[in-house]
């Protein structure tokens, strides 16, 4: 057998080790993981409830934004918490008709994608995947709000 084959076969082989321990270890974390995630999703909720108190829904996009932007384009579990965030703010806050103004339906995709595009630049946000993203928990609590299908 040729020395570059044998090479490769070991690094396959260890590969494979690696793998199968990592796997292991991420099992027997993800339940701590779940219950760590849950706790912190349900406080950014809980602070977003409070936030809202005297406040209309404009001040709980902004904040959620200002949050998510903060967090950068791939921080998933600094993202989840903004939007918990923005959810429990919306549902404590009262209505803004700005907000939810000119939400396209669930329908027209490229409209909405348009909608969620001006609603970032607005708040300075230009150019955020996860703005984006937040944008779309907007438009879902419009149209909820409209009775609308999501």
């Not at 570059?4 to 321990?21: D, E, I, R, S």
Request: proline share 4%.
């Amino acid at each position: 057998m040729p020395g570059w084959l044998k090479t490769v076969l070991a690094t396959l082989g260890a590969l494979l080790v690696l793998g199968f321990l990592a796997v292991r270890y991420l099992n027997s974390h993800k339940e701590e993981w779940r219950k760590s995630h849950n706790e912190a999703f349900q406080a950014a909720r809980d602070e977003g409830e409070r936030f809202a108190v005297g406040k209309d829904e404009s001040p709980c996009v902004d904040e959620g934004v200002r949050r998510v932007v903060a967090c950068g384009d791939f921080a998933l579990g600094c993202e989840g918490e903004a939007r918990f965030f923005l959810r429990g703010c919306l549902s404590k806050a009262a209505a803004a008709p700005s907000v939810c103004a000119d939400v396209p339906p669930r329908d027209e995709i490229l409209a909405s994608a348009k909608w969620a595009l001006v609603g970032c630049v607005r708040r300075g946000a230009s150019g955020s995947q996860s703005c984006g993203r937040l944008m779309g928990e907007v438009r879902k609590h419009c149209l909820a709000a409209r009775g609308a299908p999501r």
